[in-house]
């Protein structure tokens, strides 16, 4: 397979949306979802425009649940990174478990889940127990923008490999 100029931008735009997860403020998402339109352009079978509505639909769901929270949970960078290298992690193993856009999303799911509970226990995590409402207002505010972001940039990985 050749690798095009649309497919280099597409895999700088993942790497943005990977790197950009672990900014609170930057949102990520777009750069992945504009590296999935790369590939589109790029003539990859996989990237249909079904595929691209889904995302698409996944990314305002993700700028727009940013925009309804809190600004002082959106800004709070205690514990993001954690998250995000969760999310990270997590979509990479599901990729490499199973070529499938379900596995990487679900690994991610559980690598953002579980970097926040290992934030959680840190000496300066927030303390939050596992079944409060505040954790779950965490984790949506902190693992949705890095699960949807790193879900995007595994399967850009997942077309160019």
Not at 9 to 37: K, M
Not at 41 to 49: L, R, V, Y
Not at 78 to 98: E, K, M
Not at 128 to 148: R, T, W
Request: charged share 5%.
């Amino acid at each position: 397979m050749t690798i095009t100029t649309l497919s280099i931008i597409a895999i700088i735009l993942a790497a943005v949306s990977a790197a950009g997860c672990f900014i609170p403020r930057f949102p990520s998402v777009a750069a992945g979802w504009l590296a999935l339109l790369c590939m589109h352009f790029a003539g990859q079978p996989f990237c249909s425009g079904k595929v691209l509505l889904f995302w698409g639909i996944a990314s305002a769901i993700v700028l727009m649940t940013g925009v309804l929270q809190p600004k002082a949970l959106t800004a709070l960078r205690q514990g993001h990174a954690y998250v995000a290298a969760g999310a990270l992690v997590g979509a990479l193993l599901g990729l490499l478990v199973r070529n499938i856009t379900a596995t990487i999303i679900l690994g991610s799911v559980i690598g953002a889940f579980l970097g926040c509970v290992a934030y959680m226990r840190t000496p300066r995590g927030l303390k939050l127990h596992v079944a409060s409402s505040e954790f779950i207002q965490y984790l949506c505010a902190k693992g949705l923008p890095a699960v949807v972001s790193c879900s995007m940039s595994a399967i850009v990985l997942a077309m160019v490999l």
